[in-house]
């Protein structure tokens, strides 16, 4: 059986560690000793490493052959530490671990930066509107430099992520009745955690490589978004003030062609408000 590593098991990492345990020997991840009780039901093997850990990572992956990279950075000052340390650290160690035959990272689509609602698609080059983009971009230049013929590397661009836990009655809690500054055009673009697990799965049996946007097919804006969530909630609608300026860093409509090209098809094409 093809041996498995989730490097992090958080919410998406603990979602395809359900799906992949009857198909690999699985091993999941954390940083924190607390947390090994709660993964033990979910992987056969949970090792307590850090990204940034050279002698850790090295033995995590030996004789491994699929590297799922889920990890979460637990607030803003801690992508570098995150994202781009892990990433360094992970492609210093694979010359010594040259079972590694597959890497699939879960990103952002941040990396676009404002866009001033154009659409984007994989060819469109980055444009990080803050340092933590910044920081997101150079992850997926690192991870991508360990791409080759013996080794696929796949980036996902993720949108903002919703499901079982996180549904968008949770997100939104607080908006119903406020005023939000802007008129609300922004795109908003969203995916569904079982498409994640989805598209990782077929990334993982077609060998995948390069980059994917991974967002929902049908466009919404953000007032579109909040007037179906307060809609079917019956809650009070959100008001906009378009004299002010919108805060919101990355607006982009973010096209998913490219991984429906590729043969994957989406559970939740236009996102579900009522999920």
Request: hydrophobic share 40%; with cysteine; charged share 20%.
């Amino acid at each position: 059986m093809t041996n498995a590593v989730i490097l992090g098991c958080g919410y998406v990492g603990k979602a395809v560690a359900r799906i992949w345990r009857s198909e690999f020997t699985l091993t999941g991840t954390t940083t924190s000793a607390h947390r090994v009780s709660e993964l033990e039901p979910l992987v056969d093997r949970v090792v307590i490493v850090r990204g940034d850990d050279p002698i850790g990572l090295r033995s995590l992956l030996h004789d491994q052959q699929v590297v799922l990279l889920a990890i979460g950075a637990p607030h803003a000052e801690a992508y570098e530490a995150t994202y781009l340390q892990t990433a360094k650290t992970l492609v210093s160690v694979l010359e010594q671990v040259p079972t590694v035959s597959q890497i699939i990272y879960t990103g952002s689509y941040a990396v676009y930066g404002d866009r001033e609602g154009q659409w984007v698609d994989e060819t469109t080059p980055v444009a990080p509107a803050n340092p933590n983009g910044d920081i997101l971009a150079e992850t997926e230049r690192i991870l991508l430099s360990a791409n080759s013929p013996q080794r696929h590397v796949c980036i996902f661009r993720l949108g903002g992520i919703y499901g079982p836990g996180r549904e968008l009655k949770k997100i939104f809690q607080r908006a119903p009745g406020t005023t939000r500054p802007g008129a609300g055009t922004d795109a908003a673009n969203w995916i569904h955690l079982d498409d994640i697990v989805g598209a990782i799965a077929f990334a993982q049996r077609h060998h995948l490589s390069g980059i994917y946007n991974l967002v929902g097919t049908v466009p919404v804006t953000t007032r579109e978004l909040l007037d179906r969530v307060c809609a079917a909630n019956q809650w009070a609608p959100v008001a906009w003030d378009a004299s002010q300026a919108s805060r919101r860093p990355y607006n982009a409509r973010v096209s998913n062609q490219k991984l429906r090209n590729a043969g994957y098809e989406f559970i939740y094409p236009e996102i579900q408000e009522t999920m």
